[in-house]
């Protein structure tokens, strides 16, 4: 079903319904600019929060069955993101992981997408930006305690957590590099790179 943008809900909570929808339906489309599309991103999120996996482990932790899975990974090995290597606890097996390629691909495609938020919200004054942030967190949490989650899925959390410093410190150092964005204008960079932290 097609959802109409033009729609206007009738109440508050059909109101929040709405606009997940139409956030959703954008986000995990390809955006101009992508590099990736948005399975292939989730996909490489998981090994990069949790290193080299078996394609069982991997699945388990992506919520889906093996077949769908293997399709990703043979999908990203063929464009030199992942490659295999042995299971040193079975011969028998492999193990799947980023390639250096895989692990740049990755952060820029994040990076890509915490812009694409930040440019969403251009204009919002800071207040603005640090009370959707503490409403939305605070949002999240409610569905998380309403809502059963598998035991495996704390990864995404704590994979967050753990390569989210990586990405700042990505822009921090762009903020010395000229790109074509910004030209060699140091202020110019400056308030890209502000505007993207505004939205962590």
Avoid at 122 to 135: A, I, M, P
Avoid at 165 to 174: E, M
Wanted: with cysteine; aromatic share 4%.
């Amino acid at each position: 079903m097609q959802v109409n943008d033009a729609y206007t809900p009738q109440t508050p909570i059909e109101g929040v319904m709405h606009a997940f929808t139409r956030i959703g339906r954008r986000l995990k489309a390809k955006q101009p600019g992508d590099q990736l599309d948005h399975s292939a991103h989730v996909v490489l999120f998981a090994l990069r929060c949790n290193g080299a996996l078996r394609l069982s482990d991997l699945a388990g932790k992506l919520e889906l069955d093996a077949s769908t899975a293997s399709r990703h990974v043979r999908s990203l090995e063929q464009l030199g993101l992942i490659r295999r290597s042995p299971d040193p606890d079975d011969g028998r097996a492999f193990r799947v992981e980023l390639t250096e390629q895989g692990i740049e691909q990755w952060e820029a495609s994040a990076r890509h997408r915490m812009e694409l938020l930040s440019a969403a919200m251009e204009g919002w004054s800071e207040e603005d930006v640090q009370t959707f942030e503490r409403l939305m967190t605070r949002f999240a949490d409610g569905v998380a305690a309403h809502t059963e989650a598998p035991s495996s899925a704390a990864w995404a959390d704590k994979g967050w957590a753990e390569v989210a410093p990586r990405l700042q410190s990505a822009a921090a150092q762009r903020r010395t590099e000229p790109d074509s964005a910004t030209g060699s204008d140091p202020a110019a960079r400056e308030n890209n790179d502000d505007n993207l932290e505004s939205t962590r």
